[in-house]
């Protein structure tokens, strides 16, 4: 339609209906279910029964669910994840090396198709929102907590989301839960807010 090859009016006859399929990274909570029935695929497939043990399975959860995991391939990358790992397993069980190796494997090749316009990583994001002194008067323990919370705010589509993936576990101790007030909170003590870091990556809140 924008190329002229299609009316307008024609679309918008047949354009009743718009879904929007949330990724991975934006359904955690799908994440260990789907772990499940990618190990009971891969026994169908490999006609051998794979299981994780009990640490194995917490460092993975704990990794897949955290705001280091970005899923860019979606449930191509748990896939491929629970096939690498299964197929490694000694004696059918996953180790908890075996995890480690997997984790820093999936890190990697986010980090290489990570390029996005003329921002790619949080560094970058760093140097872009922030003035040099206040990058100089950072600490490194403060440096690398506010690189992790705009690598999750770079991979999520609102503030709300960005929340609710960074606060995951302490949320559940709470009576009384406002995400995103807490990373609204956090951000304002660099001087940022959302909207800037959106504008700085490109993306659209």
Known sequence: MREGFFREDLLARINLWTFRLPGLRERVEDIEPNLNYELEVYA????????????????????ATSGQASWNGNFRDLNAAVTRMATLAR???????????????????????????????????????????????????????????????????????TGRRLFTASRGARQTTNDADRLRKYLKRFGLEWQMIQEADGNQA
């Open 91 to 161: 004696n059918g069980r996953i180790s908890v090396e075996l995890v480690e190796e997997e984790i820093e494997c999936l890190k990697n090749a986010w980090q290489e198709s990570g390029v996005e316009g003329g921002v790619s990583v949080c560094d970058d994001l760093l140097t872009h929102l922030l003035e040099a002194d206040q990058l100089a008067r950072l600490d490194l323990f403060d440096r690398v907590q506010l690189e992790a919370v705009l690598r999750v705010c770079h991979q999520s589509r609102t503030l709300s989301e």
């Open 44 to 63: 169908k497939r490999a006609g051998n029964q794979v299981t994780f043990n009990k640490e194995a399975r917490t460092a993975f959860m704990r990794f």
